[in-house]
T-cell receptor
């Protein structure tokens, strides 16, 4: 079974801190994604990466950056955390194959910015 | 760009009732359509998907969905729900060309009372 592991289940940070959210997948998937999930808004795509060192902005990239130095690891970075970034962050991966390949999701990181 | 609308935000049903959750998308080209489910405390997982062929697709746990191209719809159905179907359901779409990021709807929370 594919495993997508997010390093923290819960995280509490202060406004202005730099925050790193880590995601590792064990199935050699080329594509990786970061979403945030908010009540009533569903999942919104922050950034995605279709291969190592490649990254593309999603629909809401402001205030975030990403890093993909190794194929299995995709990091989301909040350069200066703000309260409006309090959210559930979901990492997902997918093999390069056809567009109808399913996403495999991690369990999520609930980030609270105080 | 694609977008997805889920009109029911909260649905409450009794066990054995029939379920239909609406999903409409906007995109002029060929699409792949998905329903994902998130059970309480668990990660998102694929329920079913449509990419070609028979517009009536069957998924896990007795769920099915029908793609109606003329209505840009992909409604999820189940003839008789169980308490264990309590979850949040997300419809998602991606275009069938190029690199495909998945766009999600806002989700429908289903509560099934025993």
């Amino acid at each position: 079974d594919v495993k997508v592991t997010q390093s923290s289940r819960y995280l509490v940070k202060r406004t202005g801190e730099k925050v790193f959210l880590e995601c590792v997948q064990d199935m050699d998937h080329e594509n990786m994604f970061w979403y945030r999930q908010d009540p009533g808004l569903g999942l919104r795509l922050i950034y995605f990466s279709y291969d190592v060192k490649m990254k593309e902005k999603g629909d809401i990239p402001e205030g975030y950056s990403v890093s993909r130095e190794k194929k299995e690891r995709f990091s989301l970075i909040l350069e200066s955390a703000s309260t409006n970034q309090t959210s559930m962050y979901l990492c997902a991966s997918r093999s390069q194959g056809a567009a109808n390949e399913k996403l495999f999701f991690g369990s999520g990181t609930q980030l609270s910015v105080l | 760009a694609q977008s997805v609308s889920q009109h029911n935000h909260h649905v409450i049903l009794s066990e054995a009732a029939s379920l239909e959750l609406g999903c409409n998308y906007s995109y002029g080209g060929t699409v792949n359509l998905f329903w994902y489910v998130q059970y309480p405390g668990q990660h998102l997982q694929l329920l079913l998907k449509y990419f070609s062929g028979d517009p009536l697709v069957k998924g896990i746990k007795g769920f099915e969905a029908e793609f109606i191209k003329s209505k840009f719809s992909f409604n999820l159905r189940k003839p008789s729900v169980q308490w264990s179907d309590t979850a949040e359901y997300f419809c998602a779409v991606n275009a069938n060309t190029g690199f495909q990021k998945l766009v999600f709807g806002t989700g429908t929370r289903l509560l099934v009372s025993p």
